[in-house]
T-cell receptor, first 111, second 114 residues
Framework: SQELEQSPQSLIVQEGKNLTINCTSS?????LYWYKQKYGEGLIFLMM?????EEKSHEKITAKLDEKKQQSSLHITASQPSHAGIYLC???????????FGQGTRLTINP | DAGVIQSPRHEVTEMGQEVTLRCKPI?????LFWYRQTMMRGLELLIY????????DSGMPEDRFSAKMPNASFSTLKIQPSEPRDSAVYFC????????????FGPGTRLTVT
């Protein structure tokens, strides 16, 4: 079965700094989904990547998909306290609706 | 749209008791998912439905867990009897199944079994 490994598991950065979170799959990625979770709340969809080399941005968050490396990265520019939370990557098995999720990366932003 | 609605938000019960978690998916979505999240195991898919029919229940831990979806706007996850190791946050999510697999999550039910 497909497994996703996220790195780092936790990250503490100073407000205003850039950061990157990685998600590596044990199998070929057909669709990669990034979600954000705040403590005590559900997951909020950020963006989806489907094609190798695809890159999407939303506000100060950019996600890229390197299909050959079976990896995706999430980059936050000029981090803000509102970026704090747990970021999870999810992947779908082609033809199946269900997603497999990574363990998550806990992001803390220090003022 | 109200989003995915779950109830209760918090549940504290004693070991051996029956627990029922409820979910109302987004109107028009024909896929519904039940997940469990713990520190040790992360986010795990328990079961999912398509058009009210269970498609994959391979993630259901054991026979103490059961899920139903009697109609397109309601689903339940039942644990009977509950055990302390069932303590977790249970999420319900729904999706339209149109092309992408973007899922919309509810706020979750935090279950504590003492």
């Amino acid at each position: 079965s497909q497994e996703l490994e996220q790195s780092p598991q936790s990250l503490i950065v100073q407000e205003g700094k850039n950061l990157t979170i990685n998600c590596t799959s044990s199998k070929t990625l057909y669709g990669l989904y990034w979600y954000k979770q705040k403590y005590g709340e559900g997951l909020i969809f950020l963006m989806m990547l489907q094609k190798g080399g695809e890159e999407k941005s939303h506000e100060k968050i950019t996600a890229k998909l390197d299909e050959k490396k079976q990896q995706s990265s999430l980059h936050i520019t000029a981090s803000q306290p509102s970026h704090a939370g747990i970021y999870l990557c999810g992947a779908d098995n082609r033809g199946a609706q269900k997603l497999v999720f990574g363990q998550g990366t806990r992001l803390t932003i220090n003022p | 749209d109200a989003g995915v609605i779950q109830s209760p938000r918090h549940e504290v019960t004693e070991m051996g008791q029956e627990v029922t978690l409820r979910c109302k998916p987004i109107s028009g979505h024909d896929y519904l998912f039940w997940y469990r999240q713990t520190m040790m195991r992360g986010l795990e898919l328990l079961i999912y439905f398509n058009n009210n029919v269970p498609i994959d229940d391979s993630g259901m831990p054991e026979d103490r867990f059961s899920a139903k979806m009697p109609n397109a706007s309601f689903s339940t996850l039942k644990i009977q009897p509950s055990e302390p190791r069932d303590s977790a946050v249970y999420f319900c999510a729904s999706s339209s199944g149109q092309g992408t697999y973007e899922q919309y999550f509810g706020p979750g039910t935090r279950l504590t079994v003492t």
